[in-house]
């Protein structure tokens, strides 16, 4: 997360405020940023109207997927590899470093496969049901932010079974 925050914090210097939308590992990041960093994020104020930090299909808690899981993939030339960040343990640990105050600030919108289904069918061997072939649904909840919406029929992203969270016209009309 904190790599990640760095290179989101170097991409926003270009601007003199942002807002930034992140999927998946990317709310994670920003939250991090916003966090632990100065950054052109901090120019930018919550309001109704205007939302400093929105994520979609973000691992708050960790996926089942990283850690142990992933490594063996990469053996095997799937994935890329393990990261301690997105285990349960490691997320659960990284979300202890993060406030109250900077929680209030992320709106997040989780999705899913339809119900009696799946996104990706070895994925799902691991994870918690229902996820959205990446994201356990149990594990996307952050504590203190604000839940927007919840889809079900979409998943993580592209080649799995549905749509990508990432495009649903509507909620990506209300972001």
């Not at 939302?51 to 808690?61: C, E, N």
């Not at 142990?68 to 202890?96: K, M, P, Q, Y």
Request: proline letters at 3%.
């Amino acid at each position: 997360n904190d790599e990640f925050a760095l290179l989101i914090q170097q991409l926003a210097a270009n601007y003199e405020s942002v807002s930034i939308v992140g999927h998946s590992q990317g709310g994670m990041a920003s939250l991090h940023l916003l966090e632990n960093y100065w950054s052109h994020l901090d120019n930018a104020k919550s309001t109704n109207d205007y939302r400093v930090l929105q994520s979609v299909g973000t691992p708050y808690r960790g996926s089942g997927l990283a850690g142990t899981l992933a490594s063996i993939g990469s053996v095997f030339g799937v994935g890329c590899g393990a990261n301690t960040d997105l285990t349960h343990d490691g997320a659960e640990r990284w979300l202890a470093t993060i406030s109250a105050e900077s929680k209030k600030n992320v709106y997040y919108y989780t999705s899913q496969y339809k119900p009696y289904s799946y996104c990706n069918l070895a994925a799902n061997a691991v994870l918690a049901w229902p996820n959205d072939g990446t994201t356990e649904l149990d594990y996307a909840n952050l504590d203190g932010a604000n839940k927007q919406s919840h889809l079900q029929g979409y998943c993580h992203t592209a080649d799995m079974k549905y749509p990508p969270q990432c495009q649903n016209h509507d909620q990506n009309q209300e972001i």
